[in-house]
């Protein structure tokens, strides 16, 4: 089953309201300090509550808008690509919650695409409609679950990647910095930086619940779109307290990304979120494999190579053959 609660797995301290510390001033960059808030059951839930109407109210925003150029769109600003799976390219979630280039693959079939570049439409997970790119997530779905080739109307930005900038940098911040100064236009950016922080938090925390709920109610597609946004919502150049380089609520997000995809019966994509899983740090071999909702993938001979590469079995299985190849055991005489 996917996991919601944080007090499974030490989940808690990353799905628990963190407390932060106010940031410290520094000459050089922006230092954060995060410590774990130990929150009740009782105090969870009475967050969970307080996050409905918010949760209500993103969803909304998230289903009926959709991501537009700024100002007046003409062709010369859009191109049109199909592209056969598997694709090179790399996309990020932007500011604004749309999905962006970030890497760009030497081969021919890929030129013309910059890095920056703003996915306005892509081909549905099946069949002949074209859907809006509304969310970094339903792109990513769409992208993962098409069998065939992938249509993406694209938006040029000419190199411009201030959406994939988490804080926007006031002119006192940059002038102050260019001098090598510390001042009121420095003061006030970590001030907005650390707001910033704390609303991202809030909306990521929001989203995992919402998701949650989906996936309660067998809604696998819609979880499967949000958890891709909370996984995507990951902090760049994370450090933990145990020095750990990706929060807990990302372990998990991926986890349950698994799930989902094990549901609807998507093996490679799932196996690929378990990779991502356990890369990331997860431990709890023992629940990949035994949990029914992966039941789907754990048949697999793929998911057996995967969990032997970070589950090491006591018993190596090659090594027992090679010993009874070498003395004849259970051989024909």
């Given at each position: 089953?996917?996991?919601?609660?944080?007090?499974?797995?030490?989940?808690?301290?990353?799905?628990?309201?963190?407390?932060?510390?106010?940031?410290?001033?520094?000459?050089?960059?922006?230092?954060?300090?995060?410590?774990?808030?130990?929150?009740?059951?009782?105090?969870?839930?009475?967050?969970?509550?307080?996050?409905?109407?918010?949760?209500?109210?993103r969803r909304h925003q998230r289903l009926s808008v959709v991501i537009r150029a700024d100002g007046a769109s003409t062709d010369a600003d859009t191109y049109e690509l199909n592209l056969a799976k598997p694709i090179e390219l790399k996309f990020n979630r932007g500011n604004?919650?749309?999905?962006?280039?970030?890497?760009?693959?030497?081969?021919?079939?890929?030129?013309?695409?910059?890095?920056?570049?703003?996915?306005?439409?892509?081909?549905?997970?099946?069949?002949?409609?074209?859907?809006?790119?509304?969310?970094?997530?339903?792109?990513?779905?769409?992208?993962?679950?098409?069998?065939?080739?992938?249509?993406?109307?694209?938006?040029?930005?000419?190199?411009?990647?201030?959406?994939?900038?988490?804080?926007?940098?006031?002119?006192?911040?940059?002038?102050?910095?260019?001098?090598?100064?510390?001042?009121?236009?420095?003061?006030?950016?970590?001030?907005?930086?650390?707001?910033?922080?704390?609303?991202?938090?809030?909306?990521?925390?929001?989203?995992?619940?919402?998701?949650?709920?989906?996936?309660?109610?067998?809604?696998?597609?819609?979880?499967?779109?949000?958890?891709?946004?909370?996984?995507a919502l990951e902090p760049k150049n994370y450090m933990g307290d145990d020095f750990s380089k990706t929060t807990e609520i990302y372990k998990v997000a991926q986890y349950n990304i698994a799930c989902c995809f094990s549901r609807i019966g998507k093996e490679d994509e799932s196996i690929l979120a378990l990779k991502r899983c356990m890369s990331a740090g997860w431990t709890d071999y023992r629940k990949i494999r035994t949990d029914p909702s992966l039941a789907f993938v754990q048949k697999s001979q793929k998911f057996q190579e995967l969990m032997d590469k970070f589950d090491e079995p006591i018993i190596n299985a090659?090594?027992?053959k090679a010993f009874k190849s070498l003395f004849n055991i259970g051989g024909k005489k």
């Open positions: 089953a996917p996991i919601d609660d944080p007090f499974d797995a030490s989940f808690h301290a990353r799905i628990a309201r963190t407390a932060i510390v106010e940031p410290q001033r520094t000459r050089t960059r922006l230092s954060m300090s995060f410590t774990s808030a130990a929150l009740s059951r009782a105090q969870f839930a009475t967050a969970r509550v307080a996050g409905a109407d918010r949760r209500s109210r604004d919650g749309g999905a962006y280039v970030v890497f760009v693959p030497t081969e021919k079939k890929y030129d013309g695409i910059e890095i920056g570049d703003r996915i306005e439409a892509v081909s549905a997970s099946f069949g002949n409609e074209i859907w809006g790119a509304e969310s970094y997530g339903q792109v990513m779905y769409a992208i993962k679950n098409r069998s065939g080739d992938i249509y993406l109307k694209m938006k040029k930005m000419n190199g411009d990647l201030s959406a994939l900038e988490v804080n926007e940098k006031s002119s006192a911040f940059k002038n102050e910095r260019a001098g090598g100064n510390y001042g009121a236009g420095t003061k006030e950016q970590q001030m907005n930086n650390y707001s910033k922080k704390r609303e991202l938090e809030n909306q990521r925390l929001d989203m995992f619940d919402e998701a949650i709920e989906l996936y309660n109610g067998k809604d696998y597609d819609s979880a499967l779109i949000i958890f891709e946004e909370v996984a090659n090594a027992v």
